[in-house]
């Protein structure tokens, strides 16, 4: 069965950084598309990174430069590096599995809350 | 980035009778469109892929249409478990990935 699982979340003070992590099973991370998308509370859904199979990012305008998705095939996990923290970044961030080379998003973990507030 | 706008924002029904919902693209996302369903305190479920293609394990009420800049999902006859929010989203021109603003089928 596939499933993710998402940690990594609390509240932060404005400026700070946090690491987000989704442990996969079912499955494997690396040889998959795999994105974050949030929602901010009472809000709809905003795509944030992406990072393929061949090891290519993307990210959203909102946190270029801000934000790293990485991976670690040894523990088949996913991970989204927040760094310079705003309280516009709160939101529960989901990471999310794609199909081979697709764009839809097939599988969602549960999500994590990220509080950005001093 | 294309925009997708979707229609209405609040839908409310009663249980048994059909629902469509409405989602339009700025340019034309050929048939790449994917639909989702969001439950209170749940993850978005993908429901409806490339348009008209149900997703594992979704029922048989529901239903995709439409192709290059307007798409409808249709309910056929709502259950108490479909009231929640749904969003549209096109995976042709990405990233970045974008969604509609949803749409929240309430019941009356």
Redesign the interface.
């Known amino acids: 069965e596939v499933q993710l699982v998402e940690s990594g979340g609390g509240l932060i003070q404005p400026g700070g950084s946090l690491r987000l992590s989704c442990a996969a099973s079912g499955f494997t991370v690396s040889n998959n598309f795999m994105?974050w998308?949030r929602q901010a509370p009472g809000k709809?859904?905003?795509?944030v990174s992406?990072i393929y199979s061949d090891g290519r990012t993307?990210y959203?305008?909102s946190v270029k430069g801000r934000f790293t998705i990485s991976r670690d095939s040894s523990k088949n996990t996913l991970y989204l590096q927040m760094n310079s923290l705003r309280a516009d970044d709160t939101a529960v961030y989901?990471c999310a599995k794609h199909p081979p080379g697709?764009?839809?998003?097939?599988?969602?973990?549960?999500?994590t809350l990220v509080t950005v507030s001093s | 980035e294309i925009v997708l706008t979707q229609s209405p924002a609040t839908l409310s029904l009663s249980p048994g009778e059909r629902a469509t919902l409405s989602c339009r693209a700025s340019q034309s996302v050929s048939g790449?469109l994917?639909w989702?369903q969001?439950k209170p305190g749940?993850?978005?479920?993908?429901l409806i892929?490339d348009a008209s293609n149900r997703?594992t394990g979704i029922p048989a009420r529901f239903s995709g249409s439409g192709s290059g800049t307007d798409f409808t999902l249709t309910i056929s006859s709502l259950e108490p478990e479909d009231f929640a929010v749904y969003?549209c989203?096109?995976?042709?021109h990405?990233?970045?990935?974008?969604?509609?603003?949803?749409t929240r089928l309430e019941i009356k």
């Open positions: 994105s998308v709809g859904l905003e795509w992406v993307y959203a305008d989901y697709l764009a839809t998003l097939d599988c969602w973990g549960q999500g | 790449y994917v989702y969001q749940q993850a978005p479920r993908l892929y997703a969003y989203q096109q995976r042709v990405w990233p970045p990935i974008t969604f509609g603003q949803g």
